[in-house]
């Protein structure tokens, strides 16, 4: 008797934050030929099916997308298999389902078996997440790998005629920090009546991070969260919401950013107002994650956003930043004399670059890895050649990952001193005479890792081999000159990639890979650093915070925030400076990570 069989690969996409894509494959035996409709959601999109399958598709009057699939015929008794990508969107019917997967397909009495194996971006610790699994109708789910990422919907038989299948997750992340929860109860009260606008990548370490504000005095309504939208993970969205922290916003693409915050800007004026009319201070400080709301500041703005500035600008207190690439940026677009506020920079702390620098490398590497197999649907092989960009210090350190995963890598540096120092972490510098477009030739992976730079542009695509992928590990998105390759043509979307084909006159052309669509790598598939593993640095961004806070009180002569690179003449431009986060509080931050470590 002629059977249906169809099986989903579902992999999550953009940290779980976007789009979720299903691989399905449709497996006939026992029939010479056979047609059959698929049901899916009316914003879903066909990417590919096999060439040789016909299908059509039409908008459904019930808000679905009918889509006919009609197997050519083949020789009785044999099997033959039809597969096709699909790009669906995430659904949220609850505040903690994170996926609502729904199939129905109409066989015409046809036998219809389904299986399943869901792919999170992001490991499924019983120690850090509850989780549950369920379908309808019922049937076993269970775990697949050992690390815990994906989830299995083994093969079960459907109803006839009009077989229906839903498959839900549901996700609540459950662990605390111990740094940032000590330094919260330690500081309760010092962040009393302050308003915060946050713009952090919203991982599963951020939610732990705002309750030790709140717990520090803050409200939850005072917290205002823009979401960097490459990175934000739709379950940390949720359980902000859950805790009921009403300012949590997400721009739908990321040049959406800049828009945000100015309405970020026109909530800050309203803020001023209330709290003026209630006789109250107005005060606010700014913690972000690559330098988006100090330059902001800064900007020519007119009309509405000019006038809300002007009216906040005087009341902020400051801004902690934790990336080197925002405080460029601010350097970079802000002259010292125009400088409005201090910034205290955690970028250069000791323990960011000695401890951060590492599982970044880890991450990186460990996503490029995932992410090629589910691209490309092959395995990373010993041998093959890598290029680096950046030997600074999270370059060497994700050079040095790669190899431990048996690529042979070389970094590439314009700086003598980065070059020296590559060679005594054991790597192998690019010669100081070869320009990139020539060093970026014959290597299956060109990862770009300098931090400000986009150094990937239509010279040095046109010089990679066919199937070169090109990596950003960077911050933003940086690293590929994405102007710069317009020309080439407009790039096509591969699962968790764009690939940009350039045709050649006298044969085949060539398809260069920009993984995870340009966006940073370690951000992307939701993988990133284990928070547990850089907790001392989000306890630093912490203790910047309230450093702040408390300056704020200070009597003038007594406030310890003083530029030291830049002399001021004026003593009203003495606070305008970028100031290191002292090794003293490092110490502070450090001896409670000791403290919690002794007491067990």
């Given at each position: ?7 989903d ?7 779980g ?5 299903v ?16 049901w899916?959601p009316a ?47 995430l659904?949220?019917p ?7 997967h ?10 219809t078996f ?5 792919t999170l971006?992001?490991?499924?610790d ?8 369920d ?13 815990q990422r994906?989830i299995?919907f ?7 005629p009009?077989?229906?299948?839903s ?10 920090l ?9 500081y309760r ?11 952090p990548?919203l ?5 732990d991070f705002?309750?030790s504000?709140?717990e ?5 309504e ?21 805790a009921d922290?009403s ?6 693409e ?19 107002a ?8 107005f005060?606010w ?14 900007d020519d ?12 600008l005087?009341?902020c ?9 925002g405080?460029?940026?601010?350097q ?11 910034v ?8 960011k670059?000695?401890l ?25 092989a ?15 350190q994700?050079?040095?990952?790669l190899?431990?995963?048996?690529f042979?890598?070389?970094v590439?540096d ?6 020296c ?5 054991g ?8 320009p990139?477009n020539?060093?970026?030739r ?6 770009g890792?300098?931090g400000?730079k ?9 010089a990679?081999a ?6 950003n590990?960077?911050?933003k998105?940086?690293?590929?000159n994405?102007?710069?390759i ?8 591969q699962g968790?990639a ?12 060539k398809?260069?890979?920009?993984l995870a ?9 939701g ?9 001392l640095i989000?306890?630093?961004?912490f203790?910047a ?7 704020l ?19 009203q431009n003495e606070?305008r400076?970028?100031?290191d ?6 110490d ?8 919690f470590?002794?007491?067990?």
């Open positions: 008797m002629p059977i249906l069989t169809v099986s690969q579902i992999d999550i996409l953009q940290g934050q976007g789009p979720y894509q691989r399905r494959r449709y497996m006939v035996e026992g029939a010479a030929a056979v047609a059959f409709q698929d899916l914003d879903s999109k066909i990417q590919a099916i096999q060439a040789g399958v016909e299908y059509s598709s039409a908008d459904a009057p019930d808000g679905q997308k009918q889509v006919l699939i009609e197997v050519p015929p083949f020789p009785e008794g044999e099997v033959h298999v039809a597969t096709a990508l699909y790009l669906f969107h659904t949220q609850h505040p903690q389902i994170r996926l609502d729904r199939v129905h397909l109409s066989c015409e009495g046809l036998p389904y299986e399943a194996q869901l971006p992001f490991v499924l019983r120690q850090q997440w509850r989780w549950s699994a379908s309808e109708p019922a049937g076993e789910v269970h775990h697949l790998d050992a690390d994906a299995a083994p093969r079960r038989a459907l109803s006839v009009n077989p229906k299948i498959l839900w997750v549901s996700i609540e992340g459950t662990y605390r111990p740094v940032l929860q000590r330094l919260g109860a330690h009260g010092t962040l009393e009546g302050l308003t915060i606008v946050a713009v990548h991982l599963e370490d951020f939610p705002a309750h504000l709140v520090a005095g803050a409200r939850k005072d917290i205002y969260i823009i979401g960097i939208p490459y990175s934000a993970r739709q379950d940390v969205i949720d359980q902000l919401k859950l922290f300012e949590v916003h997400l721009p739908t990321y040049a959406g950013i800049h828009a945000e915050i100015e309405e970020t800007f026109a909530w800050l004026a309203g803020k001023k209330r709290k003026t009319e209630e006789g109250k201070a005060h400080l700014i913690i972000e994650d690559g330098g988006y709301v100090v330059p902001a500041l800064h703005y007119t009309g509405q956003v000019r006038a809300a500035v002007d009216e906040i005087p009341h207190i400051g801004a902690v930043e934790q990336t080197r690439n405080i460029w940026m601010y970079e677009k802000v002259p010292a004399e125009r400088r409005a506020i201090p205290i920079s955690v970028a250069e702390s000791r323990l670059l000695e951060e620098s590492f599982w970044i490398g880890m991450a990186v590497s460990q996503n490029i890895c995932e992410l090629v197999e589910r691209t490309k649907k092959f395995s990373i010993e041998g093959l050649q890598a290029l680096v960009i950046g030997a600074g210090a999270t370059g060497c994700i050079a040095k990952a190899q431990s995963r048996g042979q890598v070389e590439f314009d700086s003598p001193i980065a070059r120092i590559a060679k005594k972490h790597l192998k510098p690019v010669a100081f005479d070869v990139l020539m060093a970026v014959d290597r299956f992976l060109v990862v890792a300098t400000r986009n150094v990937i542009g239509e010279a040095e695509i046109r990679m066919d199937g070169t992928v090109v990596v590990a960077s911050s998105l940086m690293e590929i994405w102007s710069a317009s020309e080439l043509g407009e790039p096509q979307q968790p764009k690939i940009i084909y350039l045709p050649h006159s006298r044969g085949r052309g398809n260069i890979l920009i669509e340009g966006y940073p790598v370690n951000f992307y598939s993988r990133s650093v284990n928070p547990r593993n850089i907790e989000t306890g630093c961004l203790r915070a309230i450093e702040l806070a408390t300056d009180n200070r009597p003038e002569h007594e406030k310890i925030w003083r530029p030291m690179a830049i002399q001021h003449e004026d003593p606070r400076a970028i100031l986060f002292s090794t003293a509080l490092q502070e931050v450090a001896a409670i990570w000791e403290q470590l002794r007491d067990g």
